[in-house]
């Protein structure tokens, strides 16, 4: 392993880098310690590709087994290829692309290879396949907890793209290793400013639900609500004509507090419900309340760098444990949907957590999701556990082994209770584990009014605050 000691560094300090970066072969170094810094932070944030992940996941067969349960489509060597990608990558940031060139076609059956000739692609390129090769690429280096390295994304027939290989240590020439030395300079340099108070994140959401009648029809959010506004229709659309839209969205207005984004959200539900009065229709929310629609409970934050080891924080203290509230339907909405570290950054600068369902369930449970997230986001580099880290974590994550993961529960709300920030969103987050601990489990079928108190459940005045 290779150690870089920031108390030694000078003005050159990016050529340093590069040095250290680089092994005598001429490769990149497949991991490095990072020294002299930030000492109090857990160690995942110090040691970048951690050496016991290098090792699980050192052959192919490895790293396909990983790919298919986070629903990654791994490149057989049976199926020709129209095309290759190279993609440099450092956590969540393209650093270099290279995109083969020429109208070759690699053929399966053929058994002589033809030679790759490879063309830079500018990243300031966003045609969709591009776009696609990059989501695949740093989704695949994800999933093998690693963060940093060479991905060999391959296009297939029908523009299907399938990753076929993860390099943590590629050959090094004069432009890649100046391109991964300057972002591992960029993050050292970043370390100190991770932990971020509680006052500088600012939060949004944008949860869904689905409306249907008695009879199991499902009723056009479009019908009643704009694409866009306080209370909108999701992008997604019914059968063959794209302005019919059968999600409801809630867009509250950001907040730091929580709270006030709850308040927000309750007043987006009661103005919803002046809208849609038909006393046959039901509100529902949830994972998978209707076969073909799976919900999302994104969460959107701005005021804090995106890190791979944020995304893992937020998977293991709040993906994991939303598991077991879950309806047994809730499996199938993953890994297509709901699958780890799913993220999207924003224009505005932050970026949206995809990985939860709806947690509009409740008050209790989206009071103590967002609470969570915001502890989380605040203090993570102070939360050890990542028992994500473990294949048989992320195997019960994915199957909703709720026997394994209740395991875990107590230890992982330990370190939370442990941090001072806990303490000021402590009604919600006790409110929240003691729902967690009860075995029970959420019910999809169920009119969310009730739990809100949103009429025809309640009457305008008054309400859950």
């Keep these: 392993m290779k150690s870089l000691d920031l108390t030694n560094l000078s003005m050159d300090s990016v050529q340093q880098v590069c040095e250290t970066m680089m092994t005598e072969q001429g490769t990149l170094s497949p991991t490095v310690e990072i020294q002299g810094t930030c000492e109090d932070y857990v160690p995942s944030l110090r040691t970048l590709n951690q050496p016991d992940l290098l090792q699980r996941y050192e052959g192919k067969e490895e790293k396909y087994r990983c790919f298919q349960l986070h629903g990654i489509t791994a490149h057989a060597q049976k199926t020709d290829v129209l095309k290759r990608y190279i993609v440099y990558l450092f956590q969540n940031h393209v650093l270099l692309m290279f995109r083969s060139k020429g109208k070759n076609v690699w053929l399966a059956r053929s058994k002589r290879s033809k030679p790759v000739r490879y063309e830079r692609v500018s990243l300031q390129e966003k045609s969709r396949e591009v776009r696609k090769v990059s989501s695949l690429a ?31 240590s590629p050959p090094l020439n004069e432009e890649v290793g100046g391109a991964f030395s300057r972002a591992v300079y960029r993050y050292t340099q970043g370390l100190p400013g991770l932990a971020v108070p509680l006052d500088h994140i600012l939060m949004g959401a944008d949860p869904e639900f689905i409306m249907r009648r008695s009879n199991g029809q499902l009723v056009m959010a479009s ?243």
């Design 138 to 168: 740093i989704r695949a280096l994800y999933a093998l907890g690693w963060d940093y390295g060479a991905v060999k994304v391959v296009v297939l027939p029908r523009q299907k793209l399938a990753v076929a290989d993860i390099n943590p």
């Design 223 to 465: 019908q009643y609500f704009p694409r866009f506004g306080q209370v909108g229709c999701d992008a997604i659309w019914w059968g063959r004509d794209r302005s019919v839209k059968p999600l409801v969205e809630l867009r509250p207005k950001p907040s730091m507090d929580p709270r006030q984004l709850v308040i927000r959200m309750y007043q987006g539900m009661l103005y919803a419900s002046k809208k849609v009065k038909d006393p046959d229709i039901h509100w529902l929310s949830g994972s998978l309340p209707h076969p073909n629609y799976p919900l999302g409970g994104h969460i959107h934050f701005s005021g804090i760098p995106l890190t791979f080891q944020l995304l893992r924080a937020l998977d293991n203290y709040l993906a994991l444990p939303l598991v077991l509230l879950e309806d047994s339907k809730g499996i199938k909405r993953r890994p297509r949907y709901g699958f780890l570290g799913d993220f999207r950054t924003q224009f505005h600068g932050g970026f949206e957590y995809r990985t939860l369902p709806s947690w509009l369930i409740s008050p209790t449970v989206t009071k103590g999701v967002l609470a969570a997230a915001k502890v989380i986001a605040s203090s993570y580099p102070y939360l050890p556990k990542d028992y994500l880290k473990d294949f048989s974590m992320q195997k019960a994550y994915y199957h909703g082994d709720k026997t394994e993961i209740k395991k875990v529960l107590e230890s992982l709300w330990k370190d939370l209770r442990s941090r001072k920030e806990y303490q000021q969103y402590q009604e919600y987050l006790d409110n929240y584990y003691q729902k967690l601990t009860t075995g029970s489990t959420w019910d999809e079928s169920r009119d969310i009014r009730v739990a809100w108190k949103i009429p025809p459940y309640h009457p305008l005045k008054g309400g859950i605050f």
